[in-house]
């Protein structure tokens, strides 16, 4: 290889590598900020199903009385409110591997 030609051929690694420390530092990025929203969304309904929870067991001792139809829209209102953003969750904050880096 010629001098010039070697030349090329490295600056053109260089650029290379450099995209490719960009690419690597953009999806480090984009990971932390997945695991924080994660996190934030696992407390949040942690604190959500905590509540429910209270309610229903003090309702079952006759601490206080709630209605049946009370009992059941905070049971189905507290699985809603886990399930669907879970399945956000994993469809949008952490995709599948499609080839492409994001």
Same mark, same amino acid.
């Given at each position: 290889?010629?001098?010039? &030609?070697?030349? !090329?051929? $490295?600056?053109? @690694?260089?650029? &290379? $590598?450099?995209?490719? &420390?960009? @690419? #690597? *530092? /953009?999806? /480090?990025?984009?990971? !932390?900020? @997945?695991? +924080?929203?994660?996190?934030?969304?696992?407390?949040? *309904?942690?604190?959500?199903?905590?509540? $429910? *929870?209270?309610?229903?067991?003090?309702?079952?001792?006759?601490?206080?009385?709630?209605?049946?139809?009370?009992?059941?829209?905070?049971?189905?209102?507290?699985? *809603?409110? $886990?399930?669907?953003? #879970?399945?956000?969750?994993?469809?949008?904050?952490?995709?599948? +591997? @499609?080839?492409?880096?994001?």
């Amino acid at each position: 290889m010629a001098t010039g &030609e070697f030349r !090329k051929f $490295v600056a053109l @690694r260089n650029g &290379e $590598v450099r995209v490719s &420390e960009a @690419r #690597a *530092s /953009e999806l /480090e990025q984009k990971n !932390k900020q @997945r695991y +924080h929203y994660a996190g934030q969304f696992v407390s949040i *309904s942690m604190w959500s199903l905590a509540f $429910v *929870s209270v309610m229903i067991a003090l309702s079952g001792v006759n601490l206080f009385s709630l209605s049946d139809t009370v009992n059941m829209a905070l049971l189905g209102t507290a699985l *809603s409110t $886990v399930f669907a953003p #879970a399945y956000l969750l994993a469809r949008y904050l952490f995709p599948k +591997h @499609r080839g492409d880096p994001d």
